[in-house]
């Protein structure tokens, strides 16, 4: 399994990014699995950012994107993604996609990728 996470770069404040998850080298590794995403700040700890359930029903999201953020996925793509509109400065970070296992843990995160929202 590597994933990578994909779509980061530098935006305004306001603006939008969306993020892709894949791994390039199988096409199942990501299918049904509930996948989540995360960031970390520079100098903070990485935090929850959103998950999708496998089938791609009940979102979940921390409060702080509720309402910008919204994660969807596409299991003929063996993808995930996470629209991120209304973009603000604290939303700087290097995002991570992961994969969750039964028992709830994640047992394979990808590469990040760095969002930089400047105001």
């Known amino acids: 399994v590597q994933l990578q996470a994909s779509g980061g770069g530098s935006v305004q404040a306001g603006g939008s990014l969306r993020l892709s998850c894949t791994d390039p080298a199988s096409r199942r590794t990501i299918n049904y699995y509930i996948m989540g995403w995360f960031r970390q700040a520079p100098g903070k700890e990485r935090e929850f950012v959103a998950l999708?359930?496998?089938?791609?029903?009940?979102?979940e999201y921390a409060d702080t994107v509720k309402g910008r953020f919204s994660v969807s996925r596409d299991n003929t793509a063996n993808a995930v993604y996470l629209q991120m509109n209304s973009l603000k400065p604290e939303d700087t970070g290097t995002y991570y996609c992961?994969?969750?296992?039964?028992?709830?843990?994640?047992?394979?995160w990808g590469r990040g990728t760095l969002v930089t929202v400047s105001s």
């Open positions: 999708i359930s496998g089938s791609g029903s009940d979102p």
């Open positions: 992961a994969r969750r296992t039964v028992s709830g843990n994640y047992d394979f």
